[in-house]
T-cell receptor
Framework: ETGVTQTPRHLVMGMTNKKSLKCEQH?????MYWYKQSAKKPLELMFV???????ENNSVPSRFSPECPNSSHLFLHLHTLQPEDSALYLC??????????????FGSGTRLTVV | DQQVKQNSPSLSVQEGRISILNCDYT??????FLWYKKYPAEGPTFLIS?????DKNEDGRFTVFLNKSAKHLSLHIVPSQPGDSAVYFC???????????FGSGTKLNVKP
């Protein structure tokens, strides 16, 4: 496989559930990102991992918990979410050490619905 | 504070005509700009970029214009095709930083 792969593609969960989103990149990149896309809003940067260390956490509620076990994998653990957390969650990767001329490489996203 | 803004959430254009998508930014230190294209059920993909040392970059039917004094960039698609129907995001970054700030997107519909 090539590129950035996200699973599952769709997820419906209750507010008391615990679930995890998975992202895997096969590009040899060393930085990975979680973004949230809500309707009519900019892409919201949630977390940044560089060389497997979290380097940015943009005031994201603690009900979202990221994990980066290695440079190829990124998880987003979800628990006790709210209906307003329903959105498209996008994973992206890039190569650190200067700017990438093509920006980030995004996965197809996980469409999350909280009921 | 939203540093990159796309004020038109949607745009509808007839096939064969020109599509113009606009993007404004507030940080004069941004020096590199991208446009991404996103189809439903897919992630955004890189479309075209422009550096602040240029005011125009062209790639086939796609041209991006940059007006630094107005802090404005635009994407022109000529001629528009139904396959161009997608959401277009603009993004901006600071010198030598690999962090991009995104707009909220414009949904383009090209009618046959």
């Amino acid at each position: 496989e090539t590129g950035v792969t996200q699973t599952p593609r769709h997820l419906v969960m209750g507010m008391t559930n615990k679930k995890s989103l998975k992202c895997e990149q096969h590009l040899g990149h060393n930085a990975m990102y979680w973004y949230k896309q809500s309707a009519k809003k900019p892409l919201e940067l949630m977390f940044v991992y560089s060389l497997e260390e979290r380097v940015e956490n943009n005031s994201v509620p603690s009900r979202f918990s990221p994990e980066c076990p290695n440079s190829s994998h990124l998880f987003l653990h979800l628990h006790t979410l709210q209906p307003e957390d329903s959105a498209l969650y996008l994973c992206a990767s890039s190569q650190e050490g200067g700017r990438s001329l093509y920006g980030y490489t995004f996965g197809s996203g996980t469409r999350l619905t909280v009921v | 504070d939203q540093q990159v803004k796309q004020n038109s959430p949607s745009l509808s254009v007839q096939e064969g005509r020109i599509s113009i998508l606009n993007c404004d930014y507030t940080n004069s230190m941004f020096d590199y700009f991208l446009w991404y294209k996103k189809y439903p059920a897919e992630g955004p993909t890189f479309l075209i970029s422009i550096s602040s040392i240029k005011d125009k970059n062209e790639d086939g039917r796609f041209t991006v214009f940059l007006n630094k004094s107005a802090k404005h960039l635009s994407l022109h698609i000529v001629p528009s095709q139904p396959g161009d129907s997608a959401v277009y995001f603009c993004a901006a970054s600071l010198y030598n930083f690999n962090k991009f700030y995104f707009g909220s997107g414009t949904k383009l519909n090209v009618k046959p």
